[in-house]
């Protein structure tokens, strides 16, 4: 199944991408898609990550399906 991966930040200039599609096993956690994700692009290890599927933050067990979008974006805090 193919999804759209979107990078914000600090992520986006450690892929070198703002949008790519990555294709993913049927069944695919959430879990599994980010671990493919850092795997591929591993200058993300650099960050504390934070991850949403269909705008949404995902837990680990969220199944992923074909046409979802993901989100990988940096940790930020504000004051």
């Known amino acids: 199944m193919k ?3 979107l990078f914000f930040g600090a992520t986006a200039d ?3 991408e ?3 599609e990555i294709e993913f096993a049927d069944g ?3 879990e599994d898609a980010f671990a493919q994700i850092i795997a591929a692009y591993p200058n993300l290890k650099q960050h504390k ?3 949403a599927v ?3 933050y995902a837990d680990d ?3 992923i399906r074909n046409g979802d979008e993901l989100a990988v974006f940096t940790a ?3 004051g």
């Open 54 to 56: 269909n705008q949404e």
């Open 28 to 30: 695919a956690k959430a």
């Open 49 to 51: 990550l934070l991850f």
């Open 14 to 16: 450690a892929v070198g």
């Open 76 to 78: 930020v805090s504000g």
């Open 3 to 5: 999804v759209s991966v």
């Open 61 to 63: 067990n969220k199944i």
């Open 18 to 20: 703002r949008e790519i």
